[in-house]
């Protein structure tokens, strides 16, 4: 059974910077795919980064490129979100998601809220 908890969301103002975490457990991950999505209150849920957890490829939104980083530890099966200059429209939950390489399942954390003051 995959589990995904995802941890290191709060409150931060503008301009500030926070790290989530995303601990991977049941599986080997390596011909996975991990990524982070958000959803904001009203709004649908949103892609925000992805990377093949065996190899130096990684994707992002629009919103997301040049102030957030994907990335992982192998070694303690986590995948990291790296948000740096935040913004009061990046406040949302934020969700881990793990995919086979051959799509036949995913898999979601519980969410962490970030929330971003003006």
């Known amino acids: 059974q995959v589990q995904l908890v995802e941890s290191g969301g709060g409150l931060v103002q503008a301009g500030g910077s926070l790290r989530l975490s995303c601990a991977a457990s049941?599986?080997?991950?390596?011909?996975?795919?991990m990524g982070w999505f958000r959803q904001a209150p009203g709004k649908e849920r949103e892609f925000v980064a992805a990377?093949?957890?065996?190899?130096?490829?990684?994707y992002y939104a629009d919103s997301a490129k040049g102030r957030f980083t994907i990335s992982r530890d192998s070694s303690k099966n986590t995948l990291y979100l790296q948000m740096n200059s935040l913004k009061p429209e990046d406040t949302a939950v934020y969700y881990c998601?793990?995919?086979?390489?051959?799509?036949?399942?995913?898999?979601w954390g519980q969410g962490t809220q970030v929330t971003i003051s003006s």
């Open positions: 998601a793990a995919e086979p390489n051959d799509g036949t399942a995913d898999y």
């Open positions: 049941g599986r080997t991950f390596s011909t996975y795919r």
């Open positions: 990377m093949a957890w065996s190899a130096d490829l990684t």
